[in-house]
């Protein structure tokens, strides 16, 4: 009946510039005793997602990560899992990225944006990776729902978002459907998305694939970016171009000058104390540092 009606007849296919939303690969459901993992249909996702980033972050494809952490109970919405109300706060070890995610980068710098307006030292260190990469939390089940997300592709000019994470029928879903409301071209790779169980990863591929994206795999995705590595990072050149000098927060200065700087703006206790100040974190070489960037 669906097909009967024209669902699914037009395919969305790739754009100009691709974009790659990792969404939720982080240890609470991807690493032994993580309060929601044991799934194989994850862990073969990530696996597939991990060679997927490789591939992309050598030639220079955007690439985003999104995470869940909450800083209270009060802060959280109301989730029906008891495992995000007493797993995922800041700090707790199920929020950190899985390093299969975050192996491979090679920049000084990655911005987070941090969801809470006060300032807060780091909990944690995060591993500094690509210089077209953006690493933050979230909120919601979407990742682009009250984050930097959108403006942050948009900014650089990707037009296609390839979605991979978990959980399929959880997180991935919201984030593919926003994709497609933001006007991206939407990609839902299917063996680089994982569910706890695989009959709610199918009715979510069929789903959307009607609707909503395209259903490929990492195979189809790598093929793709190899074809268009003569134009550029992403399609377009600019990144492979000029790397991170876009993205490059140090002015000129050398990273231990701006590391210096960063230390003493982070420990002012005027900034500490800063009124709606914007929250920043900056990964330099391993260290994560706190920021305040200015009002909001």
């Keep these: 009946a669906y097909a009967d009606r024209s669902y699914g007849s037009d395919p969305v296919g790739f754009g100009q510039t691709l974009g790659i939303i990792v969404v939720d690969f982080q240890k609470a459901f991807t690493r032994p005793g993580g309060a929601l993992a044991g799934s194989p249909h994850i862990e073969a996702a990530v696996e597939a997602t991990q060679r997927l980033l490789t591939h992309a972050r050598a030639a220079g494809v955007r690439v985003a990560v999104s995470y869940v952490a909450y800083a209270t109970l009060d802060a959280m919405p ?7 109300k007493t797993d995922l706060f800041r700090g707790m070890p199920g929020t950190e990225l899985d390093p299969r995610i975050t192996a491979g980068g ?26 077209v990469e953006q690493v933050f939390d979230k909120w919601g089940a979407s990742s682009f729902f009250q984050t930097p997300l959108a403006a942050y592709f948009t900014r650089h000019g990707v037009d296609t978002v390839a979605v991979c994470g978990c959980t399929t029928s959880g997180c991935v879903r919201a984030t593919v459907v926003d994709a497609f409301q933001f006007g991206f071209r939407t990609l839902l790779v299917a ?30 995705v790598v093929r793709w970016i190899d074809s268009r590595r003569g134009a550029g990072a992403g399609g377009d050149g600019s990144a492979a171009a000029s790397p991170g000098v876009r993205d490059d927060p140090r002015g000129g200065m050398s990273v231990e000058e701006f590391l210096r700087l960063a230390k003493e703006q982070a420990s002012s206790k005027e900034a500490a104390e800063g009124v709606g100040s914007r929250c920043v974190r900056i990964h330099a070489r391993g260290q994560c540092l706190c920021l305040l960037t200015g009002n909001k």
């Design 78 to 84: 109301h989730w029906k899992v008891r495992a995000v």
């Design 191 to 220: 063996d680089g998305c994982g569910d706890q169980e695989v009959g709610p990863h199918g009715d979510v591929l069929r789903d959307v694939g009607r609707r909503y994206a395209d259903i490929v795999t990492v195979d189809e």
């Design 106 to 131: 090679q920049s000084d710098f990655v911005f987070e944006n941090c969801a809470a307006a006060p300032f807060y030292p780091p909990s944690r260190l995060f591993t500094a990776m690509h210089h």
